[in-house]
């Protein structure tokens, strides 16, 4: 099983659609979670952290489940400048020997149509 | 600097050829991080630094991977007789915080290196 998980999509919605991604993750002891978002041949950029408590920044909502190990990304009224590939992230301890466990899914892929 | 600048942003480069690639991070940030993607996938690290000292470099694929950054700030990714296998994204990511921590990464747009 990878460390992080996430369905490849792609997610073709129509605009003002809201879609949901989920991501897993398999270490137990991850700390810190992200959402990146990552347009064709550009630099990943983060989209949000994810706490424990949920955050919410407008449209988009990030939630994490430690129970379950998986986070979540809800995009509401989706846009068209909304299609990219986002990519969970998840980055177990903080020690410098763990720095390198900062863990990248292959990202999930969404095209929002007019 | 407003953001990760990162040069060249393209390299074509003969097999054999060694390459060396610059980042400059953000003002004032700790930590420096080179990763590469391959087309497809997720970034994959390389090595870490924070300030001057590289702390982690696990991810170097082979002794023909070399990084430094001597003075905390600019860092080098340096490519010792390229392989086909080389060619890649080469991002650098830079924070504010050690380890990134709590912050997330700003990062650069990448060098795209073609190794033929």
């Known amino acids: 099983r990878k460390e992080v998980e996430q369905d490849p999509g792609p997610f073709n919605v129509p605009e003002g659609a809201t879609v949901a991604f989920n991501c897993t993750y398999s270490?137990?002891?991850?700390?810190?979670f992200f959402w990146y978002r990552q347009d064709c041949r550009k630099e990943p950029k983060l989209l949000m952290s994810?706490?424990?408590?949920?955050n919410e920044d407008g449209r988009f909502t990030a939630q994490l489940n430690r129970a379950s190990q998986y986070i979540s990304l809800l995009i509401r009224d989706s846009k068209l400048s909304d299609s990219a590939t986002y990519l969970c992230v998840v980055n177990i301890g903080f020690n410098a020997g763990n720095n390198r466990k900062l863990i990248w899914g292959l990202g999930t892929s969404l095209a929002v149509n007019p | 600097g407003a953001g990760v600048s990162q040069s060249p942003r393209y390299k074509v480069a003969k097999r054999g050829q060694d390459v060396a690639l610059r980042c400059d991070p953000i003002?004032?940030?700790?930590?420096l991080f080179w990763y590469q993607q391959a087309l497809g996938q997720g970034p994959e690290f390389l090595t870490y630094?924070?300030?001057?000292?590289?702390?982690?470099k696990s991810g170097l694929p082979s002794d023909r991977f070399f990084a430094e950054r001597p003075e905390g700030s600019v860092s080098t990714l340096k490519i010792q007789r390229t392989q086909q296998e080389d060619s890649a994204v080469y991002l650098c990511a830079s924070s504010l915080s050690r380890l990134g921590q709590g912050h997330g990464y700003t990062f650069g747009s990448g060098t795209r290196l073609t190794v033929v």
């Open positions: 994810v706490y424990s408590s949920g």
């Open positions: 003002s004032g940030h700790v930590s």
């Open positions: 270490n137990s002891a991850s700390q810190s």
């Open positions: 630094f924070q300030n001057e000292a590289q702390l982690d």
